[in-house]
């Protein structure tokens, strides 16, 4: 079992930057695949970012260039640094670990953390 805990959430204007933090209950050097995902009133959960084990990293299409995922192992504790935040990026971030463990996938989630951009 993973335990993950978002932290950095906020209100930022439009143009600012934020750095979201998902601090793990255990070690995430073996974990496949570290992401974040948000979601909006309404909406499914969209993936933001991931980052494997092996520090591959994907996006999408909306944020490429302005959010950037990596992985601290030592610490356990994955980032998502946002800049030129936009308005729609305003949504619940949430963390997610997913792990391989004998051909079967395990997904973990946190609590979620608000990231409003609004001037």
């Known amino acids: 079992q993973v335990q993950l805990v978002e932290s950095g959430g906020g209100l930022v204007q439009p143009g600012g930057s934020l750095r979201l933090s998902c601090a793990a209950s255990?070690?995430?050097?073996?974990?496949?695949?570290m992401a974040w995902y948000r979601q909006t009133p309404g909406k499914q959960r969209e993936l933001v970012a991931a980052i494997t084990s092996g520090g591959s990293t994907n996006y999408a299409d909306s944020v490429k260039g302005r959010f950037t995922i990596s992985r601290d192992n030592a610490k356990s504790t994955v980032y998502l640094q946002m800049v030129t935040l936009k308005p729609e990026d305003t949504a619940v971030y949430y963390c997610?670990?997913?792990?391989?463990?004998?051909?079967?996938?395990?997904?973990?989630w946190g609590q979620g953390t608000q990231v409003t951009v609004s001037s």
């Open positions: 997610n670990a997913r792990q391989l463990v004998a051909a079967i996938v395990h997904d973990y």
């Open positions: 255990t070690s995430i050097f073996s974990i496949n695949v």
